[in-house]
């Protein structure tokens, strides 16, 4: 009998990207900080990952990125002048994101893409499987994606990708997975991927969305992966190589997922993403619904 896989614990976040599509508010703020209603993207990730047992969190930054870093720590200031004043709601608001997850830092230097952003936690991740999350998708804390993902490696081993069915026009806009059924429901062996194909050249309508979880064999991989797509060194690259050669750290197996996700890379996805979640607030979604239902029907109608 095989002895069962560790358990995952272990995440990594790369977020060292410019923010361009989002200028100028990215100009000097990173983009992971934009509020999705009155909390950071980048908190919602983070509280994912910990609410899938990943509680050790390395963090791919870049220049500028020290709100990041500033966010997950202490603000002795502001915590103790909402202790002075009595405002416990807003002083537990403050202090969430500190004990969330243990926190790492570490900076990618120059931006070669997602596989080298990977690259980067080599010395961190050492010789375990381990997570990465994309800051851009958010998943609904509903729908457990990491747990089942986590829990699809520790059955099969090697590594294990997210697939959503996407729409033959959305297609070049993702990674693309060449897929064979398996024994489990909702999940694919994966034998090929292509990195954002044309409707027409694209084997299939099944996008690698922000969700990984790893073999470590994936950083000897990348180490020889020679830049791809846009001149950067591509995970998806990587990956290939090893649905193709599973001796690499593979197999590769995707988990088919058909959530709650919220797309907060798009000006206009980041919009509605917005709208969803404040509509959803318990808080908040009452009188915002409200407001909503009469612009709807009353103002929107004078803008067409």
């Known amino acids: 009998m095989t002895s069962p896989r560790p358990q995952i614990t272990k995440a990594v976040i790369p977020a060292a990207g410019l923010g361009t599509r989002f200028l100028p508010a ?15 993207a980048i908190q919602y990730v983070v509280e994912e990952a910990t609410a899938a047992g990943l509680t050790d969190v390395l963090m791919i930054t870049g220049r500028n990125k020290r709100p990041l870093e500033d966010h997950f720590d ?18 537990s608001f ?38 990465v999350l994309l800051g ?16 699809v490696q520790r059955l ?10 996407v729409a033959p026009e959305q297609i070049h806009l993702y990674g693309c997975a060449v897929v064979e059924e398996t ?26 969305i922000g969700r990984y979880v790893l073999d470590p064999g994936v950083f000897e991989v990348l180490r020889k992966t020679r830049p791809g ?4 060194i591509q995970l998806t690259d990587a990956l290939q190589a090893m649905a ?32 969803r979640l404040a509509c959803e607030r318990p808080d908040l979604g009452p009188d915002f619904r409200a407001w909503l239902r009469s612009y709807v029907s009353e103002e929107m109608p004078r803008l067409e």
């Open 26 to 40: 990215t100009k000097a703020t990173p983009k992971e900080m934009l509020p999705v209603v009155d909390r950071p």
């Open 74 to 91: 202490r603000n002795y200031e502001l915590e103790e002048a909402l202790h002075r004043k009595g405002d416990d709601q807003r002083l």
């Open 94 to 131: 403050v202090q969430e994101s500190n004990d969330l997850a243990t926190m790492h830092y570490v900076r990618q230097g120059d931006p070669k893409g997602l596989g080298h952003a990977v690259l980067c936690a080599a010395p961190h991740v050492g010789d375990q499987p381990f997570a």
């Open 136 to 151: 851009d998708d958010l998943i609904d804390p509903r729908d457990p994606l990491l747990t089942i993902m986590t829990d």
């Open 156 to 165: 099969y081993g090697g590594s294990v990708v997210a697939l959503m069915e």
């Open 183 to 208: 024994d489990r429901d909702g999940v694919r062996r994966v034998t090929g991927l292509v990195e954002k194909p044309s409707a027409a050249d694209a084997p299939s309508n099944y996008a690698v």
């Open 229 to 232: 797509r846009g001149g950067e």
């Open 244 to 275: 193709a050669d599973p001796s690499l750290g593979g197999p590769v197996h995707g988990v088919i997922f058909s959530g709650r996700r919220y797309d907060t890379g798009d000006k206009g996805d980041y919009l509605r993403s917005i709208v």
